[in-house]
């Protein structure tokens, strides 16, 4: 069975730029997780999915970041425009449903924004 | 508030000895699920175990064992006999079944475990 896919592995942007992440859950999954992790920290939920409906985002800093799973599948996150301070790893997890699952990480993207 | 605590921010062991990473969590909910994850140098995060509030069962995988006590809101993992291999920062994480909260997995800040030859 595949994992989650992320793409890019790396991305490296200057501040005020924009840029995507790309996210391909396990097949099958329904709840599609967002995560910010800052080095040295734990992740940081910042949306989830079920299905192509938004369940919670709550941490999302909404005036820079969205995201979207239009056909309940892969995922998109932007960020527009880009700070200093969302220099971090952006991991993408998926579940076979809410809470009664394990969540299967993806590799993560790594920006650095300089 | 942080509802998880990891208070080790790493732990230094030498091959074969025993690490055992703490584990404080903190919620009103009285249903609720306790995870442990691993995060080796790749960055992925691997799922190691998932246990729910009403089971206080401690449970052993292999080299792995996991001790809930509801009574003083920890979760405690131990490697038996460390390898080189286990090198990497371990997650404790709490989800909440409230409405709000349900599937939101709350990360601890991870204790990075690193073993030597």
């Known amino acids: 069975e595949a994992g989650v896919a992320q793409s890019p592995r790396y991305k490296i942007i200057e501040k005020r730029q924009s840029v995507a992440f790309w996210c391909n859950p396990i097949?099958?999954?329904?709840?599609l997780y967002w995560y910010q992790q800052i080095l040295g920290q734990g992740p940081k939920l910042l949306i989830q999915?079920?299905?192509?409906?938004?369940?919670?985002d709550s941490q999302l800093p909404k005036d820079r970041f969205s995201a979207e799973r239009l056909k309940g599948v892969d995922s998109t996150l932007k960020i527009q425009p880009a700070k200093l301070e969302d220099s971090a790893v952006y991991l993408c997890?998926?579940?076979?449903?809410?809470?009664?699952?394990?969540?299967?990480f993806g590799p993560g993207t790594r920006l650095t924004v300089t | 508030a942080q509802k998880v605590t990891q208070a080790q921010t790493e732990i230094s062991v030498v091959e074969k000895e025993d690490v055992t990473l703490d584990c404080v969590y903190e919620?009103?909910?009285?249903?609720?699920?306790l995870f442990w994850y691993k995060q080796p140098p790749s960055g992925e995060l691997v799922f190691l175990i998932r246990?729910?509030?009403?089971?206080?069962q401690n449970e052993i995988s292999g080299r792995y064992s996991w001790n809930f006590q509801k009574s003083t809101s920890s979760f405690n993992f131990t490697i038996t006999a460390s390898q080189v291999v286990d090198s990497a920062v371990y997650f404790c994480?709490?989800?909440?079944?409230?409405?709000?909260?349900?599937?939101?997995?709350?990360f601890g800040a991870g204790t990075q475990v690193v073993v030597t030859p």
């Open positions: 997890a998926s579940s076979v449903d809410r809470l009664l699952y394990e969540q299967y």
């Open positions: 097949s099958g999954h329904a709840t």
């Open positions: 999915f079920q299905n192509n409906g938004v369940v919670d």
């Open positions: 919620t009103r909910d009285t249903t609720y699920y």
């Open positions: 246990r729910n509030s009403f089971d206080e």
């Open positions: 994480a709490l989800s909440e079944v409230a409405t709000d909260s349900w599937g939101k997995l709350q």
